[in-house]
């Protein structure tokens, strides 16, 4: 075939991908297992990131970061998720926290946070979810009200990746919970502002080393400059954040899924049973081409979501939900497969897949469960019909 003819990632991307491996390699995989089992945030492996510029990656080159767009920091979650999703959603929480910021904060916002997360300084948060609104966001409970020169803010936020750890955070309030999605409101909040506290580190069935906690806002003062965009926009922002975040959940399904294919086609080749190797039995043969599929569709499907964050496509939303959904799913079933092939050796904690089986699990919830992306896939598509 002729080589402008070719489907791949232009060479530089290529070239990040090889420098963010090695590193992955050499500093972070060697301390996976360690991290599952501590359940311990590893601040000098960020730092390590920040030694090597990588927290500035997919961040515009007028806050200091290297540009690259959502491409290039989609190629540094899957690295990073190869060896260790747990480490992985440090970048990735910063970028989540960030996304507001980018669509509807002021220009002193983006200098002073982005900044600060582009230096490996800050990191920042998205505080959504609560007790009793999950799937359905716009039922949230936290309230805010206007009190001179501050806005109060009074609530709890569950399952807040990063909480605790991170120095800011995005969260959505509203003023009067009965008017649903029309209240809600998006603010900065920092970790020492008076009225913030953080509640139990949840124990958690994988991504273990990434803090996950409580956000309790007990009339939190905000200064008024603080909020993100115009008072009533934050389920907006919320929304939209959520289309270019959800293709990062991809690219960590999409890591996950490789690192366990890698490993699991690693042992069927050392394995032997019945004379020889595993890996020339047709059973295993079968099941690591099946992995390798769903992860090339996987694959095709987050760089096509990714490319259309960085175009700001109209579909953005359709491919977003598409991406994040079908990498999940097959993160799932990959992982489970890999778990087979090592057979006993699969289920013990000396092997790595079976912690990568317990970290794919969670990429089917976060950032919309999987039963919520096909709602939005469907919506996509009638709305397309009725058009």
């Given at each position: ?36 089992e501590t359940d311990e945030w ?51 929480v910063a970028k989540l926290g ?254 790595p897949v079976e912690r990568m ?31």
């Amino acid at each position: 075939m002729d080589d402008e003819r070719r489907f791949e990632l232009p060479e530089e991307l290529e070239e990040f991908r090889s420098i963010v491996r090695q590193i992955a390699e050499e500093k972070i995989a060697p301390r996976a297992a360690e991290i599952d089992e501590t359940d311990e945030w590893p601040e000098d492996l960020y730092q390590v990131l920040a030694d090597n510029e990588l927290t500035g990656v997919g961040y515009p080159e007028e806050y200091g970061g290297s540009g690259g767009g959502h491409l290039a920091f989609g190629v540094l979650m899957e690295e990073l998720s190869r060896v260790s999703a747990g480490f992985a959603l440090a970048p990735g929480v910063a970028k989540l926290g960030s996304t507001p910021l980018m669509l509807a904060g002021t220009e002193g916002q983006r200098r002073e946070l982005i900044g600060g997360i582009v230096r490996g300084e800050v990191l920042m948060s998205y505080a959504l979810t609560e007790p009793g609104a999950g799937s359905d966001a716009a039922s949230l409970t936290t309230r805010y009200a206007r009190d001179g020169d501050a806005f109060v803010l009074t609530g709890t936020k569950r399952f807040i990746t990063g909480a605790g750890v991170s120095q800011a955070y995005i969260v959505f309030a509203t003023k009067d919970p009965s008017l649903r999605a029309k209240g809600i409101s998006a603010f900065l909040v920092m970790k020492d502002d008076p009225g913030v506290s953080f509640g139990r580190k949840e124990e958690k069935m994988g991504i273990r080393g990434s803090p996950t906690r409580e956000v309790i806002l007990e009339d939190a003062r905000i200064p008024v400059d603080r909020i993100i965009g115009e008072e009533e926009e934050g389920f907006g922002i919320a929304m939209r954040t959520l289309d270019y975040s959800r293709p990062l959940i991809g690219c960590q399904a999409l890591g996950i899924a490789q690192g366990a294919h890698d490993a699991s086609a690693r042992y069927a080749v050392e394995r032997q049973q019945f004379g020889q190797r595993i890996a020339d039995f047709e059973a295993i043969q079968f099941m690591l081409a099946d992995m390798a599929m769903k992860i090339e569709a996987s694959r095709m499907l987050v760089y096509r979501a990714l490319a259309a964050c960085d175009a700001d496509d109209p579909r953005m939303t359709y491919h977003s939900a598409v991406a994040k959904c079908f990498a999940s799913d097959a993160a799932m079933e990959i992982t489970i497969d890999a778990v087979q092939i090592l057979g006993g050796y699969g289920y013990v904690r000396e092997y790595p897949v079976e912690r990568m089986m317990r970290d794919a699990k969670i990429t089917q919830i976060y950032e919309g469960t999987n039963q919520i992306q096909r709602v939005v896939i469907a919506r996509q598509i009638l709305r397309a019909l009725d058009a």
